[in-house]
């Protein structure tokens, strides 16, 4: 019997994956898998349900004592991420979780945590959340931190420093922040603060001046150290603490509520990410204890929680429902090329569905008023109720849709829908020809001097990404081909994001990707987005890019990348190569015409060996990222990029 060849070894692959994939569908027709990493958002929740008095079920408690447990280093720490190296901001709030939850003070891995944090300065050397996180539970005193002065709110809309131009993660927790802070709240003083202040303080809480320790960083927690212009102009706000008016903080505080309030109507509850939700709910909670609005922030917050049996864990977001089924959809109509009964499937009726149920399709009222842009037409990054739109996935959304219509599934979304997300992607372009996340860029590039967090990157404002302006134009190519009579009118925009690509490729034929680990997942997205804007693919810009992928090949044939490529912004591989990265290359490979290159066969070869015999690849390494610093899991990644980049190869040769 001849051996089977590697086309039949890579149909088959397609085969299980597409049969994997299809038992993980939800009954919505999307993929719900773990979008976990951040190891601070957890402690977070705990704080909030300690300074509520929230009970939470006793089995959910000891779940989330297991997992909590589960991210201590063998050092001692805590990291940003699971796993990741040490932070004082993370070890604190972990520490302080377990013991709220019940943990022994003599635990041994307890007595290790608290051992680390003695040792890297105490809570006095946190970042700014961990501190701001304890002074809500009476163990930091709010004199130790940087102001927060809720008068900022008032600043008048054409103000340069005001919160609008900021990024709106970092605007969305500011927001409460700012209400704590001005109120200076925090929860009971009981018997377990007392102990955790003596626990955390061996100095002796009441011996500290808290004042001489707002700018007291660990190196651990110094990714982003504050700048002098910062520092001064914390000072001149500390000056304006002392002095303030009563009626003008009152005033302050009811802008801020009715902004809270604001977002909780137009996000069904859910905010836009954990922390403002976690905040949010805790404004409630101290303006009218017990009340309606808390009950519903609680209620919500489950979204963000992520059940096993054993542990509970918080998720980066609500989930990752609407970019995971784009995707999937995606990869499922390019196997539809190579067999034609993959096209026809209810999984891909049932995805589109999903798709169709999900479009954003009424704008915010109000929104200039609250800081929002326009939405209608968009899709989010998890479910459409919640509200948000997002350029890359209002991109991959339209991609999806498309798909759908061209099959001619029912109910169709309809030429006037989708090309309300064209209009809407169009009316986000930024100057510089790329496309920002969330918002188009609203501030200078100078405000980022103010970043506050010591732990993240480039949080301040919006800014342009390799990876959304690729989804956009790509987008933009297949609808100048559905609709050609807007074709003419996305000519320069495509040609600006075309040359706001060539400008973003490193000297070393890399692009740089800042939602995903990291330079193969932005060189994906840089060959993929160059291709889309009419870029041949004999142009030095691609032959450039192929080269840099086929230098970083591992010798076991595949791609791995590791996360500290994101934090110091240089390659750097990881110890063995991971299914997804190996994806990602090949993806970017065979679309530039190098499907034939024994690099992508063994690429191949690499994927279908890692494959399990039911169709699934084991979870490996983080694959996305927050801030540069904090990685992100995408579990649903492993589950459709390998089986997308074997159907991509066999459309290729067969």
Partial sequence: MNPASLEDLAAEALRRGIDNLERRQEPDGSWRGHYGGPAFLLPMYVVLCQVSGYRLPIDRVARIRRHLMSTVNSDGSIGLYEDGAGTVFTSVLGYVALRILGEDVQEPTVVRLREWIHENGTPLRSASWGKFSLCLLGLYDYEGIHPLPPEVWLLPYSSPLHPRRTFCQARQVALPMSWLYGMRKHGPLDKTIQELREELYPQGYDQIDWSKHRSSIAATDNYRPVTRIFRATAAVQQLFEKCVPSFLRKQALDVIVEHIQYEDRVTSGLGLGPVDAILNTLVHHFRDPGGQEFATGMVMLNEYLWETEDATSMQGYSSAQLWDTAFSLQAL?????????????????????????????????????????????????????????????????????????????????????????????LSWQNPNGGWASYEPIRGPRWLEWFNPTQVFDDVVIERTY?????????????????????????ERPITAGRQYLLDSQRNDGSFEGCWGVCFTYGTWFGVWGLLAAGVPVGHQSIQRACAFLLSIQQDDNGWGEAPESCISRRYVPSQGSQVVMTAWALLALIRAGYSAHPGVRNGIRFLIERQHGDGHFVREGYNGVFGRTTMLNYDNFRHYFPLWAFAEWLRVNN
Avoid at 361 to 371: A, F, M, N, S, V
Avoid at 393 to 410: N, R, S, W, Y
Avoid at 466 to 487: R, Y
Wanted: with cysteine; net charge negative.
């Fill in 466 to 490: 390799v990876e959304c302006t690729s989804s956009v134009l790509q987008a933009f190519a297949l609808a100048g081909t559905h609709f050609p009579h807007i074709a003419e009118s996305l």
């Fill in 333 to 425: 109509n390019a196997a539809g090329s190579v067999d034609a009964s993959y096209s026809n499937s209810r999984m891909i009726a049932s995805a589109f569905r999903f798709v169709d149920e999900n479009q954003i399709l009424e704008d915010p009222p109000y929104h200039r008023k609250y800081y929002r842009e326009l939405s209608r037409g968009s899709w989010p990054f998890s479910v459409g109720r919640q509200g948000w739109p997002v350029a890359d996935c209002t991109a991959e959304g339209f991609k999806a849709a498309l798909i759908g219509e061209d099959l001619g599934l029912e109910p169709s979304i309809g030429e006037e829908r989708l090309l309300a997300a064209v209009r809407l992607l």
